[in-house]
């Protein structure tokens, strides 16, 4: 049984155009948020199960790629349009030629993979709900319903969404709700990218219903709610190559490390390490465990004073000496 199960409904099929000196080089890859953080996850070396649906001729070469990079996929599969990007990146600029997320599920559809997630996601270390390719193909109820269920169920929720799919997913109880403040800004949640204006969103969402809370913030410190206490998570800042995925590198991470049994400090820290080694590299979802551990030894968490996001911060502290600090305050 895999350690970690990804709700991931509709994985995308990615082609992307490249350069080569005797003309267009074509590759396929399996995409898309979840398969994103799956990838992520096998880098850190943990057995993933992806529960989605694969749809059509794109959903029958997906389920040779994701199984090629040793992500178990327990799909319900169908015979209708399944997503697809097709992306031109011959002139050194992303150019979208096709970019559909597939067609929405039935019903029928839908409680076939509810059924699926649940008997998989009960025997698992942590279930981890991501968004699907398209706003329409999944309803948002469905994921409070899966976290309420999988939650009475004794297994461990988190989640990485906005909009109303967040607000269903917190309607439902989670153990870790992730967003970037570019969403809570989207969704209305917040006025402006400040630490004035999140840390009260992230106590917000914890009263709807996360025990606890991660924003990330691109270039800027992470912040986290635990306990009632905010913290700010500080990685190294690398060359960017491709910002793309790095937000789903930090949840592959952080997903990772709460399946160990580790401590949501030391997730945090993690993630942030992965998501700054991705940000060097072209391939979504990817690093090699090594350096990221090295990067992990960089990253700095420090406690915002008073909980005031304007207040000076305590002194900085690496994470071995707060897992030290934390040891004798036990």
């Known amino acids: 049984m895999a350690e970690v199960v990804i709700f991931a409904p509709s994985p995308v099929l990615e082609v992307t155009i490249e350069d080569h000196p005797d003309g267009a080089d074509v590759h396929l890859h399996a995409g898309g948020q979840g398969v994103w953080q799956a990838r992520m996850l096998r880098s850190l070396h943990r057995s993933v199960a992806l529960c989605c649906v694969l749809s059509g001729e794109a959903g029958r070469v997906l389920s040779h790629a994701l199984e090629h990079e040793g992500i178990e996929v327990v799909s319900l599969t169908r015979e209708s349009r399944g997503g697809v990007h097709i992306h031109d990146r011959r002139g050194g600029e992303r150019r979208v030629i096709v970019e559909h997320g597939g067609d929405a599920l039935t019903r029928h559809e839908l409680d076939e993979l509810y059924g699926i997630t649940l008997r998989q996601g009960l025997d698992a270390r942590l279930v981890l709900l991501s968004g699907p390719a398209g706003n329409g193909l999944v309803p948002a109820d469905h994921y409070r319903r899966l976290a309420a269920d999988l939650r009475t169920g004794?297994?461990?929720?988190?989640?990485?969404l906005a909009g109303e799919r967040l607000d269903a997913s917190?309607?439902?109880g989670v153990e870790v709700a992730k967003v970037s403040d570019e969403e809570l800004l989207a969704d209305g949640r917040i006025r402006e990218?400040?630490?004035e204006e999140i840390v009260p969103a992230m106590h917000r969402l914890h009263?709807?219903?996360a025990e606890k809370v991660v924003i990330t913030r691109a270039h800027e410190p992470i912040l986290m709610l635990?306990?009632?206490m905010v913290q700010r998570v500080t990685g190294?800042?690398?060359e960017v190559v491709d910002s793309a995925g790095a937000g789903d590198s930090f949840v592959g991470a952080l997903a990772a490390r709460l399946a160990d049994g580790g401590s949501f400090v030391e997730a945090v820290v993690l993630g942030a390490a992965a998501g700054a080694l991705n940000v060097t590299r072209h391939g979504?979802?990817?690093?090699?465990?090594?350096?990221?551990?090295?990067?992990r030894r960089l990253v700095t968490v420090e406690r915002l004073a008073d909980e005031?996001?304007?207040?000076?911060?305590a002194r900085e502290v690496s994470p071995e000496q707060l897992a030290a600090q934390l040891e004798r305050e036990g």
């Open 308 to 313: 005031d996001p304007a207040a000076t911060p």
């Open 284 to 295: 979504l979802g990817t690093g090699d465990p090594e350096t990221i551990e090295r990067l």
């Open 207 to 209: 009263e709807e219903g």
């Open 226 to 228: 635990e306990d009632g």
């Open 193 to 195: 990218r400040s630490a």
């Open 154 to 160: 004794g297994a461990r929720v988190a989640v990485d």
């Open 236 to 238: 190294p800042v690398l």
């Open 170 to 172: 917190l309607a439902g």
